[in-house]
């Protein structure tokens, strides 16, 4: 529904594992901020199974996680990240390993990987 505009907005490769389910925008209480309204993007997981992973049923979604990434039109903007979890035919419980062809977040950071890199080249890191 948000999807042609929201992949303006979002990193790029996020909705092919992704859909948009909701955004809200919200001021913030804090006044000694660069930012005073935040873009909230809510992102589900799509059913990303893999061959392997054949007779799974899904289990519903894991705790949420946030994101920061770049601002969207002075808006601060966070991602909010729900990943499916599956249960398998063994009974165990997994999610879908999106492996190295797409990495979300930074290593080490609560930042979208381009943002933290981008922040990094801005401070000379």
Not at 11 to 16: H, K, M, N, S, T
């Amino acid at each position: 529904m948000y999807e042609g505009l929201a992949s303006y907005f979002l990193p790029e490769g996020v909705l092919e594992y992704f859909e948009v389910t909701d955004f809200a925008t919200q001021r913030t209480l804090d006044k000694d901020v660069l930012y005073t309204t935040e873009l909230h993007i809510y992102l589900d997981e799509r059913d990303n199974r893999t061959p392997e992973m054949k007779g799974s049923v899904s289990d519903g979604f894991g705790e949420e996680s946030c994101l920061l990434d770049y601002p969207a039109r002075d808006k601060k903007a966070v991602l909010h990240i729900r990943r499916r979890r599956w249960t398998m035919l063994d009974g165990t419980t997994r999610s879908v390993d999106l492996g190295k062809e797409f990495e979300l977040k930074h290593k080490g950071t609560r930042y979208a990987k381009d943002f933290a890199l981008f922040l990094k080249r801005a401070n000379g890191l």
